[in-house]
């Protein structure tokens, strides 16, 4: 069973901020890592998927990072707007014959003051 | 393109009284599904998954059931619901790793 954490559990930023989050998973047997956003009263959004180690996405101000040697990934948004809102949650994939199950982590809660 | 239809919205049970939440998938065939919950001020935690017709995994050992009858249909049941089975149930498709899931709407279970 993977054991994925998140760190903030929650955050609070001002309007224009930039902040980051963390997620912790097992480096050994991983095989994905995703990124999903959750608004209140709505379905998590897929923000990013990585595999490989050293890979970078970016979605406008959004963007993560991945090391599966170290087993951890960065979120950072740049500039927060009060629409980030939301909870982050970070899930991985691990190998084996585990098909398409994510395990999740509890997720961090951010929140952002105009 | 692929939507996935989750019902009911919220659900208000006594205790005792038996359960059934529904999930279809539309646009796709052979979809892995999924059922997770979320309690409250926990995460979400993986009850079953299915990756065929009438194949079925339970992830933790509980007070539910869950059924695909249909290549595209996925449905979680209780026979008596317990209190400590309130909680927000999402349901999901995904295809093989590593693509991600596409949710559905979810459903609010309150067991009173």
Request: aromatic fraction near 12%; proline fraction near 5%; charge should be neutral.
């Given at each position: 069973?993977?054991?994925?954490?998140?760190?903030?559990?929650s955050?609070?930023?001002?309007?224009?901020?930039?902040?980051?989050?963390?997620?912790?998973?097992?480096?050994?047997?991983?095989?994905?890592?995703?990124?999903?956003?959750?608004?209140?009263?709505?379905?998590?959004?897929?923000?990013?998927?990585?595999?490989?180690?050293?890979?970078?996405?970016?979605?406008?101000?959004?963007?993560?990072?991945?090391?599966?040697?170290?087993?951890?990934?960065?979120?950072?948004?740049?500039?927060?707007?009060p629409?980030?809102?939301?909870?982050?949650?970070?899930?991985?994939?691990?190998?084996?014959?585990?098909?398409?199950?994510?395990?999740?982590?509890?997720?961090?809660?951010?929140?952002?003051?105009? | 393109?692929?939507?996935?239809?989750?019902?009911?919205?919220?659900?208000?049970?006594?205790?005792?009284?038996?359960?059934?939440?529904?999930?279809?998938?539309?646009?796709?065939?052979?979809?892995?599904?999924?059922?997770?919950?979320?309690?409250?001020?926990?995460?979400?935690?993986?009850?079953?998954?299915?990756?065929?017709?009438?194949?079925?995994?339970?992830?933790?050992?509980?007070?539910?059931?869950?059924?695909?009858?249909q290549?595209?249909?996925?449905?979680?049941?209780?026979?008596?619901?317990?209190?400590?089975?309130?909680?927000?149930?999402?349901c999901?498709?995904?295809?093989?790793?590593?693509?991600?899931?596409?949710?559905?709407?979810?459903?609010?279970?309150?067991?009173?």
């Open positions: 069973i993977l054991n994925v954490e998140q760190s903030p559990q955050l609070h930023v001002q309007e224009g901020d930039s902040t980051n989050f963390t997620c912790s998973f097992p480096s050994s047997n991983f095989y994905a890592l995703h990124w999903y956003r959750w608004e209140t009263a709505k379905s998590p959004e897929a923000l990013f998927v990585m595999t490989l180690n050293g890979d970078e996405k970016k979605k406008g101000r959004i963007s993560a990072t991945l090391n599966t040697k170290e087993g951890y990934s960065y979120l950072y948004i740049k500039g927060s707007q629409e980030d809102s939301a909870t982050y949650l970070c899930a991985c994939n691990a190998g084996g014959t585990s098909y398409g199950k994510l395990t999740f982590g509890q997720g961090t809660i951010l929140t952002v003051h105009p | 393109s692929q939507t996935i239809h989750q019902w009911p919205a919220t659900l208000v049970q006594p205790v005792g009284s038996p359960l059934s939440l529904e999930c279809t998938v539309e646009g796709t065939s052979n979809p892995n599904l999924y059922w997770y919950r979320q309690a409250a001020g926990r995460g979400l935690q993986l009850l079953f998954y299915s990756v065929g017709i009438g194949q079925i995994s339970s992830e933790v050992p509980q007070n539910l059931s869950a059924s695909r009858p290549d595209r249909q996925f449905i979680l049941s209780s026979k008596k619901l317990l209190l400590s089975d309130s909680g927000f149930y999402l999901a498709w995904s295809r093989d790793r590593p693509y991600g899931y596409t949710f559905g709407s979810g459903t609010r279970l309150t067991v009173v």
